[in-house]
């Protein structure tokens, strides 16, 4: 099981994919055409209430509700599309990869700055964390990150990433990458 946010071309135009599943049993929303402006910094938030998800066929626009996505702090309206209606199993934590999808599949063309994850439904705190487009120190708000990568924005020296959330245990590796790939063009 994997979590995916993947940028996709649709007639020219991009927007982002949201799968959660498997490559033969998952779920997957997917914003409008035009929802990324190229070359320019955004925000995106993807958002779980912690409902419960599965593959019941007469549930599958619940396991939907469960995932929002916004793009600087708007909620963007979905088209939802499902294989064998969802997914029911685990999502492994330890294969966690940001840009790279299992093997051959890279980000190209584009810049992560910081990503953080929260044990709760933050949704109602996205307008903080967006903060106008404006990264600031997260472990200042009251339900701090319980991982947060800065992406070179701090003490990290490459080919390492680290943790700066409470739990503070994961270590990220960049590959496939220079320490050039840590660029100061951040928001």
Request: with cysteine; glycine share 10%; aromatic share 12%.
């Amino acid at each position: 099981g994997y979590i995916e946010l993947r940028q996709t071309n649709h007639n020219g135009q991009k927007r982002l994919r949201f799968r959660y599943g498997s490559s033969n049993n998952y779920i997957q929303l997917t914003t409008p055409s035009g929802s990324i402006t190229p070359n320019t910094w955004q925000y995106i938030w993807v958002g779980y209430n912690g409902g419960t998800t599965g593959s019941a066929s007469g549930s599958v626009t619940d396991y939907y509700s469960r995932f929002i996505i916004k793009i600087d702090n708007a909620v963007q309206s979905t088209s939802n599309t499902h294989s064998n209606y969802g997914w029911n199993g685990s999502i492994v934590c330890q294969n966690a990869r940001i840009g790279r999808f299992v093997s051959g599949s890279h980000l190209r063309g584009a810049n992560v700055d910081e990503f953080a994850i929260w044990n709760s439904d933050q949704n109602s705190n996205s307008g903080d964390i967006y903060n106008s487009g404006v990264p600031f120190d997260l472990m200042t708000l009251t339900d701090k990150p319980r991982h947060w990568a800065r992406m070179g924005d701090a003490n990290d020296s490459y080919p390492y990433l680290q943790d700066y959330g409470t739990e503070g245990t994961l270590i990220w590796e960049m590959n496939n990458m220079t320490s050039a790939d840590i660029v100061s063009d951040v928001p």
